[in-house]
């Protein structure tokens, strides 16, 4: 069997893409949180995912090099001075000029935190624009404000005149100073106490120490380069050099850590490169469900092989450079074959690739993660897993209920209702299902649902047990379908001819007779509930 290939940018079909179309589609369960497949469904290749890696901005975020260049102030009010002494903090040579200057400002100047402060009392002339790498303006009235900006932007300085956007090509957003990490911040004027106040978040949040940190990376790169690194063991480095950082930010950095970490990467040096293979759980659709550690992975991945059913969100996580290909199966439509995904999974990692598989929900739970753990170990290929928050976890957070309540359930247990063959799965053990003392969740339940409520039935379940189907947990189009046991199969199909769509499980037991949204078994007519 030819593998599925993929070209240097991955982004071109290839041979072993071909073959995957001709191939069909996998005959296994989907995976977590996803919806059934039927065995007529057709085949489909991976492809990458192509734009969408940035939503609009409403102003594009850039730094200026100020260091020894000359910059314009026009105005002397305390409206000016902030600018002047940001300027000045920069590195800039400040040339203040104004009739009338106030006394904050001749302090300023005379205790500039960075480059020199000059202050001319006179009125600003087009004179004055030409050779300034930036132009600021504390303009009296509008037809100054215009005025300004016309003469700088006839000479090609970008020009801010202050509270009056109209005029201004760039605009300073709220600032947190470790530098040289540098933070900044921008409403696009919409709301400044708002980014203030994201502002102080993100100061309590960043420790002190990254200055440090951030001053010997810069100190350090030198050393780095002169090693001659490839662009993975330059990765290698940086990344080990971050984690230090990370886990010890209030410690400054030695000597003897640069060392460490140069040794290191002077050692891999001389080692092929190896690639690793990492199952991240997307969790259920709510990207603020994310773990810190699947993000980490995320963000050092060179690709990222996801599921139809993670979301853009999500993906918005991965590091920006990193290629990404979708893989997943949809609901009775055209599905990637499972061997397929292997093949092209263990190919990248050998390549010396950092592939993240990122899988919706746990992977661990009926998402075919033993499959790509066995593929990655026969190949030779490190693999390990992050898991994520599964949709039970999801779903019982969302019905804020404990699905093991002291008083009603002593066991938790999951079961699929759909297997390779896309019927019920004939082994299911319906006495253990119908315990009345369990709490039961049902993945992919929607083509058999029927089936599975009339074998519960049959082996004696009690029909009036609360059971709500979840279609798309925690996502924003979230919908849930309250109903007795014994009716949700009319619930379930009213719901989706009303609309309900997305991936669908199903949770039934006593302890969910505490669960919000559980008075709507009290209505005679069950319903569905959208949240």
Known sequence: MSSPGVDATLGKRSVGEDNLRSRGADRGDADPMSAERTPSETGRAPRQREGGRMEKLARLPVFFALQGRRVLVAGGREPAVWKAELLSAAGARVEVIAPDVCEEMWHLAAAAPGGPIAIHKRRWSPDDLPGAAIAIADAEDEAEAEAFAAAARAVGVPVNVVDKPAFCDFAFG?????????????????????????????????????????????????????????????????ESFAARAMAEPNRPPEDADRDALLAVAEAGQALPEVGSVVLVGAGPGDPELLTLKAVRALQSADVVLYDDLVSDAVL???????????VGKTG??????????????VQL???????????????????????????????????????????????ASRLVASLTHRDHARRLQFVTAHARDGKLPRDLDFKALSDKAATTVVYMPRRTLPDLVAELAAAGVDLATPAVAVFSVTRADEQMVWSPLGSLVTAVAAA????????????????????????????????????
């Open 174 to 238: 709220a600032i947190v100073n470790r530098s040289p990490l540098v933070v900044g911040i921008s409403t696009d004027g919409a709301a400044p106490v708002f980014g203030q106040a994201i502002r102080a978040k993100i100061e309590a949040l960043l420790p002190q120490g990254f200055k440090a940190w951030a001053q010997a990376a810069q100190s350090w790169r030198s050393a780095v380069s002169a090693l001659g690194l490839s662009f993975q063991g330059r990765r290698r480095f940086w």
């Open 496 to 531: 989706v001819d009303e609309g309900a769509a997305g991936p669908c499980i199903v949770l039934y037991g006593h302890a969910l007779s505490a669960a919000e949204g559980a008075e709507a078994l009290l209505d005679p007519a069950p319903r569905t509930a959208q949240i």
């Open 316 to 326: 918005d996580f991965a590091r920006r450079e990193a290629k990404k290909m979708l």
């Open 349 to 395: 990692a050998r390549e010396g690739r950092r592939v993240v598989r990122l899988k919706g929900g746990e992977p661990m739970i009926f998402g075919r993660a033993g499959e790509e753990i066995s593929a990655c170990r026969a190949a030779g290929v490190r693999v390990e897993v992050v898991p994520g928050i599964s949709a039970p976890q999801g779903a």
């Open 332 to 345: 009775y439509g055209p599905s990637c074959k499972q061997d397929d995904i292997n093949a092209l999974m």
